[in-house]
């Protein structure tokens, strides 16, 4: 670690190991924090002060905009100006007030984004509520758990969501007792409220109740807690991750810090496409962010087969996605591709070679090629509405691939990000036109320290000359700890330092490689250890899969996997090989499964993986994992545990298929 880093600079010496706590790795902070962190913007202490000095600065600019539905077709965007959805917010607060909501209490948002979603958290803001986000996608398990967990005693919610929210009574009727619907309240509905004693009012109604009534809005402080932020439970039951104001005043200074220095900025004149859900604390920072600048928040419908539809209408400015998004865009780009003929094709790859050649060389994206940029890039572009100029993905790793073709053909700036519910989101992010920084989450921002932990168990160490550890973060962005559960607050945040439990590599510029998470490490009963997040990401790489799950567990010596192909390259297999049948049919065909199999080996092997790490057998399942069923959390992770007992009985048969096979050879 002698070398110079040219993204980050040293500003603690790294400590060997001593009395059972491991060695770590010297402090490090962004270089853009060479003269101290940026501090919050002057007189922002508070969410509500995000919001309502944008109102005073930038009155009349549009702020949240959702499509017209004209004779049942949608038409423009209609928006709200950011006067207008304040005086919405202060009525909203009054409403609130009046039906006997204090300071802190809990506010629950059960739906899928939209103006109204935003408007009772500015409401919520304004009076020194803890605003608790509930994912649409959570069933009434999930939701009863939180809003008893968190005691919320008023739940504005999604008018199709209502349904699912009695579910939870009467048990969640402990704390809640009032709800608000985004839309209108049915009679039966009313009826069926009262059977739980609970009161429900409409949107409209609700907001009569504060007409004429004037509540004085409490001082907020930056250690005032403003959200309760449930993490989706990849590892377990969800967390509630206490975030401050604090948190997210430090984090909007980071990002005006970060984007002045790599020469970008965030505008009045940035659109906005809120699709990702807001009760993930990815979005909600960047909602923040853009509002902070009068910025343009425009909604989607709701519906990912529309989202297509909503980007050209809104034609936003920066694109924000998780992996998953990202990988279809990259399979529908390639399916058009190969059904669009030799030449085509031909054409389109010579571009793509010519263009990321230099890039390579070290042009920026705009120099390498602008003459394919617009005969052959320009439509790739247009597909996204034709004014993205910045890409963010963030979340889970973005596949190499992917990264670097959309870097080619997308004509924007191609950035991902890392960060956790605990870390506010961004504490790490690539910089524009650093082709070098392919594959990393890039330098951290310049309001964390990082420093690297060794994990013997591993065998990494923080302070050999390739340092790698697990990922410790120090800052004001930090949480305030776990709701109700200091146990597991005191496990992961230790003097200060944030502990991830991801493993990353710091690389010769600074930038980090996220390269394991020790979250989900396991022994074979061989003793071997596997890191499965790393084997599946290379798995991932494979282009007749679209999603793979990689099994093992502490009795078995060797790993199975549970995979959604690729129907396209499945289907032409089929027909190549002479394998009949419909495509449901194909994923239980023997043969077909040897295919996918094979092609899942050949990349173990292509990527020298160990003999432990290849899966020995394989189940093809045509439904790709997904939220209805439980296996996805809303930012498409795989929930591993439920996964575990969705195909319990396959995976059950596998391994008995595979073992008598093992035996029967002796
Ligand atoms: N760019 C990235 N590359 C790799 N991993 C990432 C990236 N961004 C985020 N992650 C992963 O996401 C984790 C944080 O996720 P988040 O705070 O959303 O919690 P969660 O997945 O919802 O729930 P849980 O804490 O229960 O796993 C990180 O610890 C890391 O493992």
Redesign the pocket.
């Known amino acids: 670690m002698s070398q110079q880093k040219k993204y980050i600079f040293q500003v603690e010496e790294g400590k060997e190991g001593s009395d059972g706590r491991p060695s770590v790795g010297p402090v490090y902070r962004s270089i853009f924090a060479k003269d101290g962190f940026p501090d919050p913007i002057e007189g922002m202490d508070s969410c509500w002060d995000v919001f309502r000095m944008s109102v005073e600065k930038y009155p009349n600019n549009p702020m949240l905009g959702r499509r017209e539905i004209v004779d049942g077709k949608p038409g423009k965007y209609v928006w709200q100006t950011y006067q207008e959805v304040y005086d919405i917010v202060m009525k909203l607060g009054n409403s609130l007030r009046s039906v006997g909501v204090k300071d802190e209490a809990k506010c629950g948002i059960y739906g899928a984004n939209s103006p109204e979603w935003i408007i009772s958290m500015e409401a919520c803001n304004a009076h020194g509520l803890y605003c608790v986000p509930l994912y649409d996608t959570l069933g009434a398990d999930a939701v009863e758990f939180i809003i008893s967990h968190s005691e919320v005693s008023i739940v504005f919610v999604e008018e199709k969501k209502i349904s699912e929210l009695f579910k939870t009574c009467p048990n969640s009727t402990e704390y809640m007792k009032t709800v608000v619907s985004f839309g209108g309240v049915s009679r039966e509905q009313k009826e069926e409220a009262e059977t739980f004693g609970l009161v429900i009012y409409a949107w409209d109604e609700f907001l009569k109740l504060g007409e004429g009534k004037q509540y004085d809005l409490p001082i907020k402080k930056k250690s005032d807690i403003c959200t309760i932020m449930y993490?989706?439970?990849?590892?377990?039951d969800p967390?509630g991750v206490m975030i401050s104001n604090e948190s997210i005043v430090t984090l909007i200074a980071g990002v005006i810090r970060l984007l002045k220095s790599a020469n970008e900025a965030l505008t009045v004149k940035d659109v906005y496409l809120s699709y990702l859900p807001l009760a993930?604390?990815f979005d909600r920072v960047i909602e923040e962010c853009f509002i902070q600048h009068g910025a343009a928040i425009g909604f989607w419908r709701g519906d990912v087969k529309l989202l297509i539809e909503d980007l050209a209408e809104l034609k936003p400015t920066i694109f924000c996605a998780v992996p998953r998004v990202l990988d279809r865009v990259y399979s529908g780009l390639q399916k058009k591709l190969s059904d669009g003929g030799f030449l085509k094709k031909f054409i389109f790859d010579s571009a793509f070679s010519y263009k990321f050649g230099y890039m390579k060389k070290g042009q920026s994206h705009v120099e390498a090629s602008p003459l394919f940029d617009k005969l052959v890039f320009s439509k790739v572009k247009q597909g996204l509405g034709g004014n993205v100029r910045i890409i963010l993905s963030?979340?889970?790793?973005?596949a190499s691939h992917v990264e670097s073709f959309l870097r080619v053909v997308a004509c924007c700036h191609v950035l991902?990000?890392?960060?956790?519910?605990?870390s506010c989101a961004g504490t790490f992010v690539s910089l524009p036109d650093e082709l070098g920084m392919l594959g990393t989450?890039g330098p951290p921002v310049p309001n964390v320290d990082i420093r690297l932990e060794s994990v013997p168990e591993m065998e990494y160490d923080a302070l050999a000359s390739t340092a790698r550890g697990e990922i410790c973060i120090r800052g004001k962005t930090l949480f305030s700890g776990y709701y109700k559960r200091e146990d597991l607050t005191k496990e992961v945040l230790i003097d200060g330092w944030l502990h991830?439990?991801?493993v990353g590599e710091w690389q010769p510029d600074g930038s980090m490689k996220?390269i394991d998470?020790k979250k989900n490490i396991f022994k074979l009963s061989q003793g071997e250890y596997v890191a499965v997040e790393n084997i599946e990401n290379i798995y991932g790489e494979v282009q007749a899969v679209d999603s793979v799950w990689v099994y093992g567990n502490s009795f078995e010596s060797f790993l199975i996997a549970i995979a959604n192909p690729n129907q396209h390259i499945l289907e032409r297999w089929a027909a190549e090989n002479g394998v009949s049948g419909d495509y449901d049919a194909l994923c239980q065909n023997e043969k077909a499964k040897e295919f996918i199999l094979g092609e899942l080996v050949k990349m173990a092997k292509e990527k020298k993986m160990k003999g432990f790490e290849i899966i020995k057998a394989i189940h093809l399942d045509p439904v790709p994992f997904d939220m209805e069923r439980d296996l996805l959390?809303p930012?498409f992770?795989k929930k591993r545990p439920q996964l575990l007992k969705y195909y319990q009985s396959v995976i059950d048969e596998m391994y008995k298929t595979i073992n008598a096979k093992f035996a029967s050879r002796g």
């Open positions: 993490t989706s439970g990849t590892t377990g967390k993930h604390i963030g979340a889970a790793p973005l991902q990000g890392y960060g956790l519910t605990e989450v991830t439990g991801d996220i998470r959390t930012t992770k």
